[in-house]
């Protein structure tokens, strides 16, 4: 494969962006809910070309026990990718990187589920990385809301997840990868629809505050958009499965392979 070269201008004498968009668009974004037989809940995003699976279980058993807490269920989230899910094979051990990712993935999605009903007990959410084009943490918040609400346990709400950024001195919002890379910076974030809470706000690069009150404002938006996507998901997979089917999507849920061990564990900080 031919070392990957970097683009000349991210933002077009036009204004769009390298695969077309204009700045405030996001990429093409398909949801899909029940698409594990195994899980309790599941769901998959294709964004762009970034695809993701998420798993829920639980409430269930702790182990080991001694994570186990008194007051409420356990969020033990493990984000992971696939080795070809990258340009370069990714090595399968589990990176720092993965464990950062699922650190701030369970701590987004916290704050919209009640865990205190569920004391002594976990939810667990496996994270599969298939393809990684940028956007992957927000990508794999927008589907592990989905698997959890798939799972049954109660929540706020459903957690929308995106990264503005910018580009070319431009405001960008839902990266790809040459962006993420190759701009100035970018804002993952993640937020409680219905109370505009921030759940999720990380930086990397260097913004000034207007530019980062810009970027958070488009953000907002833009998470508002995905929301909506996320209820029509949920919708026309209830719509349309009997409560005892299980759910299934036959297209893609056989051949998967979540090789996730139980060592790259997250999800609370102390
Ligand atoms: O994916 P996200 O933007 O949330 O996280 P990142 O750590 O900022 O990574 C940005 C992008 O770099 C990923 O989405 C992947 O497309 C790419 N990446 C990669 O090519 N190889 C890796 N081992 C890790 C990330």
């Given amino acids: 494969m031919s070392p990957e070269v970097k ?53 269930r058993e702790l182990h080991p026990k001694h994570l186990t807490l008194n007051d409420r269920a356990y969020l033990r989230v493990v984000y992971r990718m696939a080795t070809f899910s990258v340009p370069d094979r990714k090595r399968p051990a589990p990176s720092r990187r993965e464990r950062e990712i699922s650190m701030v993935i369970a701590n987004a999605l916290k704050p919209s589920l ?24 927000c990508a794999a918040i927008n ?4 698997a959890l ?26 990266l790809g990868d040459e962006e993420d890379k190759y701009g100035e910076g970018d804002v993952p974030m993640a937020i409680l629809p219905t109370t505009n809470d921030i759940t999720l706000l990380q930086q990397d690069g260097s913004f000034t505050r207007e530019d980062l009150m810009e970027a958070m404002q488009s953000g907002l ?19 349309s499965r009997s409560p005892d089917d299980g759910g299934g999507d036959d297209d893609f ?5 979540t090789d996730l061990g139980e060592s790259e564990i997250a999800g609370e900080d102390e």
């Fill in 114 to 137: 009640f865990l205190e009903e569920f004391p002594r007990t976990v939810v667990d959410v496996f994270i599969q990385v298939i393809q990684a084009d940028g956007g992957t943490r």
């Fill in 221 to 239: 938006q833009a998470c508002k958009y995905i929301h909506e996507l996320q209820k029509d998901a949920l919708k026309r997979a209830f719509g």
């Fill in 143 to 146: 589907a592990a809301s989905l």
């Fill in 7 to 59: 683009p000349d201008f991210l933002i077009s004498p036009e204004g769009l962006r390298l695969d077309g968009r204009r700045p405030d668009e996001l990429r093409p974004i398909e949801l899909k809910v029940g698409v594990l037989k195994q899980a309790d809940g599941s769901a998959s995003i294709k964004q762009g070309k970034t695809y993701i699976i998420a798993a829920a279980y639980g409430p």
């Fill in 149 to 174: 609400a798939d799972a049954g346990i109660p929540m706020r709400c459903l957690v929308p997840s995106v990264a503005v950024g910018k580009a070319d001195g431009v405001l960008i919002v839902d």
């Fill in 253 to 257: 849920d056989d051949d998967l392979e």
